[in-house]
């Protein structure tokens, strides 16, 4: 999603500075998907998502967070995190919210309850 870009602070050469490769424009759309991604982690509630594969992965949102299981930072951007899941097959898996995003409208990522 980012590059990142060389700039000269100082004198001296940074790479800490990221800019965005697409327009990162938060749209109606994507602010009702990060809500619903968000709710299902809040409430922990049973999710299903539909793989590349036409096969549906079931699980419990747990949390957003990192790619390792740690909280977001409050002042991060949501969009760049995880959302935690525990599958019924009991893995943790981490699904990027970038990638659920667009799932949400199509209802490929739902809130469902399998039990």
């Known amino acids: 999603m980012f590059k990142r870009t060389c700039h000269l602070v100082s004198g001296k050469a940074t790479t800490n500075r990221r800019e965005p490769t697409m327009s990162d424009t938060l749209t109606l759309t994507d602010a009702l998907a990060i809500a619903e991604i968000i709710r299902t982690a809040q409430t922990t509630a049973k999710v299903a998502r539909m793989t590349d594969d036409g096969d549906v992965v079931y699980g419990t949102a747990r949390h957003i967070g990192d790619d390792r ?40 990522f739902t809130a469902y309850d399998w039990a």
């Open 69 to 108: 299981g740690a909280f977001w930072p409050s002042t991060a951007d949501v969009r760049d995190a995880y959302l935690r899941v525990t599958t019924q097959a009991g893995w943790e898996v981490f699904w990027p919210v970038r990638e659920l995003m667009p799932q949400v409208a199509e209802t490929t």
